[in-house]
């Protein structure tokens, strides 16, 4: 292939000249380093090209090769359990080839070239095939079996397929297409910047449980879904990013550590394999893929990282799976963007972003969803994505927040006060919302219980006089407020205090079952009831003995939650006894 | 390659543009020579076709268009690198400037570094005890942390800098450790006092200093943590020493990078720095941590001063987006007389839940700081809520943490400069101030730790309490129904905060003067029996 002559280098953009024939989106070796870059404008002769890797020491003259392809991914059994940087560049192998420090220009096969695997046939030879079928599975680990499907565009009959231990480059299968025989591996690439195709896409019918009272209580997600949270430093997106890869009821997980901190990924990379999740009991590093593009890895990789991370999703969908992605932080992938347009000498928009940010974002959530897969199954998948958001100042007028708040469905809002009241998850149940209770009802009231939506809807109205009061009470005092107001305050704190705070370094406390979550709001609603029937004194009903027991739900052990269930009847019991006091008093 | 070029084209601000050029790669350094002999150093930030783009540390004043000659180096900045570093000085671009002899480089390293592998990392988990409750019992730091403070021009943050490196230590571990200290913009003062304070303490000799003083140019502080970093991780990564990094004032560092970026008129972002400051500091930040099977690590404690005391500034904002918590100065707590003046409320220590707890520090910790903060923080919402309706508008818990927050503030807060309290007394000292709450108000503790610690440092009272709680409770119900024996009671609280205060006084008192004769645990039992006429 024709070769490249750099004339321009500024810091992540490089600038070559004599580069006819290449297209857009084609990634080219930069310098002698051959460092890797992607074309990202062509005009005449010329073309812009961002590198992944550093560019000190790159200068004009040097040479850029060509390689006619586009950003790929490579896409077969051994990419769970993977740590990856933003172009898929597997970690563990660099480090063991370079040492601790990532130096350029490495090139490195993303999937084990030698490792064998058990293929079984699921067709046999003279089953007719299309596109997306599957052909053949692979237990890549105990949680995931790997679907071996047929490239996009393939249409034939089985020629040959054997059962037996394949590398992922071997040929585990001939078809017979009308343009001849075509040859079937396990892996495949993927050009990352175009999404997947899917037969059709369809509603989100089913929550994503994450184990996260807050979350799926008041503003569930579902699968399929898209969710945002945007919340200044410190307020813990991070961290509920993590719970979520760790409790969701996903079956793949994607975490995209994206222009972050590099002890997060290790946090992970620690922590997945001792966890278990709770459903399977296996180590959730089982079922997790990790994207490692921390802040000070090269830039333009971080760009790519999302994209990266979301067609492995893709992937991984199509075999049928529910999917999972988290992007922490999608800021920091923004920034890259604005870093290179600027570079690029583009017209700024809003606060130097580049024109086409909403786009970009839009597209990017648009790759969400649940769906029905290509292939002649019906088979369905689904991806549901989790998006942080890093606002300068916390500040949610920010572009890249308006721009995400447009497309996604669920928005966790973190606020800063209650992050330094140490209420944890941080997440504001006043301005927060979720559009899906409409999907997910009826599931809900099925699987789960009938009057979920009503102790949850009393309960967020609680809260929401709650704040009401409060500002009452900031004018003229406690003492104001009637009887019946002060009830209400009392059960709006054990609803933030005793529910919705949940720490994520308990052992227990980390992960609420639905089940349970249900059963601990309605114990409080119950509380609330009970002491407006009787019209309780607020002063008796804050020395219950009751609200201790009630405080400890959260630490009730899942094996155990049939005790909050006994306790909605002591709740009752307790709380009647205080109104007969009052009444011999009276009488 | 050294090639030498006559043709500087024109200078913009710190800006150099040297015309007719070739084989001049992204990232090199020059050397710019004036007519008069006198020799600057640049670096190349942009090369297009035959022109190439200089950034000069030393700025330009001086250079002249036709006499002065660039020789462009064919390699980048690198800082040369032997365990005889420690106890010497260099400047910004990591040259010598005390009076000792060169360094034979064992290794020589580009300052910008490359970034750790993630897969590398070791999670940083060994707790180092500061000697500073606010931060050891709240905030507690760790080992291969970047923590930074958070602080406002005239607050004492350099002075609690200076008490975290005399008193940082590990519990139960006596590894070598170093100290790597630059300054970018500071003044000589300050770096004076830097200075004595490790001589005083004997560190002197196993700190590296790395000096951009506020009358030095002020581009060379873009390089001046670069070098000092390089020098840090050759410390903790080569030798496999603890290492310490100072910063201060990151400010300064950000000011200096702006300057660069007004001079390219690049596209300016919030408050006309760069958009790629987010970036830039995290390629400064993330070099701190630990590397699997390496015993070295590297600390850093970056200081930075908020312009207007504003958090949400760009600096301190994205400075908080990539440490791993901050430690936040507060004005008013200073005018109040608390010293070291830490906002604990706003301040976090991101990785404090894996460097504490049961063999690391106590079991209790973690429960005990967040009950703290609750705590802490109603306090606050009731001090609010005082200020606006008096104190008499409040319920009876909102008096208790009332008084929690001030008793907090004035004990737990505010500590001497040469005060060093181990993580012990720090817990011990958290406990005491909550034994004026209910048990039942400790929500946030494990019953277990309740069990085990609650008792033991208000033990006795608790019943006594109690009995105090019923009886105000039936004042109360006396009060609902007549209503006139509100005077009488606040009397007596008036009187009762009276002699508390006068107790208090007294105690303090007398502590400072135990402090000096007596051990600790006597110390203890004094304090408590002391306790008990107060309640009475
Ligand atoms: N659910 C939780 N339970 C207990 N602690 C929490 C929880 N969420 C957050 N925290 C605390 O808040 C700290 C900050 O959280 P986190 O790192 O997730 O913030 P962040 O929003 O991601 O910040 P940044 O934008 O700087 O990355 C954590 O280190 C932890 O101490
Ligand atoms: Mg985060």
């Given at each position: 292939m024709s070769e490249g002559k750099i004339i321009r280098v500024s810091g992540p953009l490089v600038v070559a000249e004599n580069m006819k024939g290449s297209r857009m989106y084609d990634v080219v070796h930069v310098g002698e380093e051959k460092l890797v870059g992607e074309i990202i404008e062509l005009e005449k002769d010329l073309a812009s090209i961002q590198v992944y890797e550093e560019t000190e020491g790159i200068g004009v003259g040097q040479p850029v090769f060509l390689t006619g392809e586009p950003l790929s991914v490579s896409l077969g059994p051994g990419l769970i359990e993977s740590i990856y940087d933003g172009i898929q560049r597997p970690l563990d192998k660099i480090k063991d080839k370079t040492g601790n420090f990532i130096s350029r220009g490495i090139s490195m096969p993303a999937i084990d070239p030698q490792k064998k695997w058990d293929f079984n046939p699921v067709k046999k030879e003279g089953d007719k095939v299309v596109g997306g079928d599957i052909i053949g599975t692979v237990q890549e680990t105990v949680l995931i079996e790997h679907k071996v499907m047929v490239p996009l565009g393939v249409e034939g009959t089985i020629e040959k397929i054997n059962k037996s231990k394949f590398t992922v480059k071997d040929v585990v299968a001939v078809i017979k297409t009308k343009e001849g025989n075509k040859e079937i591996t396990m892996e495949q690439r993927w050009g990352v910047r175009n999404g997947r195709p899917v037969k059709k896409r369809l509603a989100p019918v089913m929550p994503l449980f994450t184990g996260q009272r807050v979350i799926d209580t008041f503003f569930p997600v579902a699968k399929g879904g898209t969710a945002s949270v945007p919340g200044p430093f410190g307020s813990g997106k991070t961290v509920i990013q993590h719970q979520l890869a760790k409790?969701?009821?996903?079956?793949v997980v994607v975490y995209i550590g994206c222009g972050e901190r590099g002890n997060e990924m290790t946090d992970v990379l620690n922590e997945f394999p001792k966890l278990l999740d709770p459903k399977s009991g296996e180590p959730l590093m089982k079922r997790t893929v990790l994207l490692a593009n921390t802040s000070n890895m090269p830039v333009a990789a971080r760009e790519a990282s999302i994209y990266t991370g979301i067609t492995i999703a893709e992937y991984f969908r199509d075999m049928g799976y529910s999917v999972a992605l988290m992007a922490d932080s999608t800021s920091r992938w923004a920034e890259a963007l604005r870093e290179i347009s600027g570079r690029l000498e583009e017209m700024p928009g809003e606060e130097g972003y580049p024109a086409y940010l909403g786009s970009k974002i839009a597209e990017f959530y648009e790759r969400a969803g649940r769906v029905k897969c290509l292939g002649s199954d019906d088979r369905e998948g689904a991806i549901s994505v989790i998006g942080a958001v890093s606002p300068p100042g916390g500040d949610l007028s920010d572009p890249v927040v308006q721009n995400t708040l447009r497309v996604v469905k669920v928005f966790w809002s973190l606020k800063a006060e209650l992050a330094y009241a140490r209420h944890f998850p941080a997440i504001d149940w006043l301005t927060s919302y979720s559009l899906y209770p409409d999907n997910v009802k009826d599931y809900i009231n099925k699987e789960v219980a009938e009057d979920f939506l009503e102790i949850e809807q009393e309960a967020m109205k609680l809260l929401e006089e709650e704040d009401e009061l409060q500002e009452m009470v900031r004018l003229v005092g406690i003492d104001a407020l009637s009887a019946r107001e002060r009830r209400i305050l009392i059960a709006a704190r054990i609803i933030r205090e005793d529910f919705l705070h949940q720490n994520a370094f308990h052992e227990v406390d980390t992960y609420t079952s639905i089940k349970k979550q249900y059963l601990m709001l309605k114990a409080i609603i119950t509380f609330y009831w009970a002491s407006e029937k009787n019209d309780a004194e607020p002063e008796k009903l804050e020395e219950l003995d009751i609200l201790e027991e009630i405080a400890r739900m959260k630490f009730v052990e899942e094996e155990e939650i049939k005790k909050i269930e006994e306790l909605q009847n002591k709740i009752k019991d307790a709380v009647g006894k205080i109104a007969t006091v009052k009444e011999e008093v009276g009488a | 390659m050294r090639v030498e070029y006559q043709a500087v084209s024109d200078i913009s601000g710190p800006l150099l543009f040297v015309e007719g050029v070739s084989g001049v790669s992204y990232g090199e350094l020059c050397t710019i020579k004036l007519p008069d002999g006198e020799e600057r150093t640049g670096k190349v930030l942009e090369v297009h076709r035959d022109r190439a783009m200089v950034q000069v540390f030393e700025g330009t004043r001086g250079i002249d268009i036709p006499k002065s000659t660039v020789i462009f180096q064919g390699r980048t900045i690198q800082l040369d690198l032997s365990p005889?570093?420690?106890?010497r000085v260099f400047d910004g671009?990591?040259?010598?400037?005390?009076e000792g002899p060169a360094i034979l480089p064992e290794k020589r390293r580009d300052i910008n570094g490359e970034p750790i592998n993630p897969y590398a990392r070791e999670y940083p988990n060994e707790f180092i005890q500061t000697g500073i409750s606010t931060i050891d019992g709240l905030n507690p730091l760790v080992r291969g942390q970047k923590l930074p403070f958070f602080s406002g021009s005239g607050l004492p943050h350099n002075k609690a800098a200076a008490q975290i490196v005399r008193q940082a230590k590990v519990l139960g571990s006596e590894e070598s450790f170093a100290v790597v200290f630059a300054a970018m913009g500071i003044t000589f003062e300050e770096a004076e006092f830097f200075r004595n304070d490790f001589e005083q303490t004997g560190a002197l000799e196993r700190v590296v200093m790395f000096l951009n003083l506020a009358d030095d140019p002020a581009i060379e502080r873009i390089s001046t943590p670069r070098a000092a970093l390089t020098a840090a991780e050759y410390l903790a990564f080569d030798l496999e020493m603890h290492v310490l990094v100072i910063i201060t004032d990151m400010t300064n560092y950000c000011e200096a990078l702006r300057e660069i970026s007004a001079a390219r008129k690049e596209v300016p972002g919030r408050r006309g720095y760069p958009g790629y400051l987010y970036t830039d500091l995290s390629t400064i930040y993330e070099r701190a941590g630990r590397i699997k099977d390496n015993k070295g690590s590297i600390t850093m404690m970056p200081v930075l001063s908020m312009p207007e005391d504003d958090k949400t500034h760009p600096i301190p904002d994205l400075t908080g987006y990539i440490t791993e918590g901050q430690i936040i100065f507060s004005r008013s707590l200073e005018r109040k007389g608390i010293s070291p003046p830490i906002d604990v409320l706003p301040s976090l220590s991101r990785l404090k839940d894996k460097g504490i707890g049961k063999d690391k520090t106590r079991e209790d910790h973690a429960d005990l700081y967040n009950q703290l903060y609750a705590a802490y923080s109603r306090g606050k919402e009731a001090e609010e809520l005082s200020v606006i309706l008096g104190e008499a508008a409040l319920s009876d818990m909102d008096k208790k943490y009332l008084e929690f927050m001030n008793r907090f503030e004035s004990e737990y807060v505010s500590q001497g400069e040469y005060e060093n309290r181990s993580v012990e007394e720090t817990l011990d000292l958290g406990w005491k101030l909550l034994s004026v709450f209910p048990k039942k108000e400790l929500k946030r503790i494990r019953d277990e730790y309740l069990d085990k610690y609650f008792a033991k440092f208000g033990g006795k009272e608790e019943e006594e309490k109690e009995e105090e709680q019923t009886e105000e409770k039936k004042t109360k119900e006396k009060r609902d129904k007549q209503g006139k024996e509100k005077k009488a009671e606040k009397d007596k609280e008036k009187k009762d905060k009276q002699e508390q205060e006068k107790d208090k006084d007294k105690k303090t008192r007398d502590e400072k003067d135990k402090k000096k004769k007596r051990s600790k645990k006597t110390k203890k039992k004094e304090s408590e029996s002391e306790n008990k006429p107060e309640k009475k």
């Open positions: 409790w969701a009821e996903a079956e | 005889d570093i420690l106890g671009m990591g040259r010598i400037i005390d």
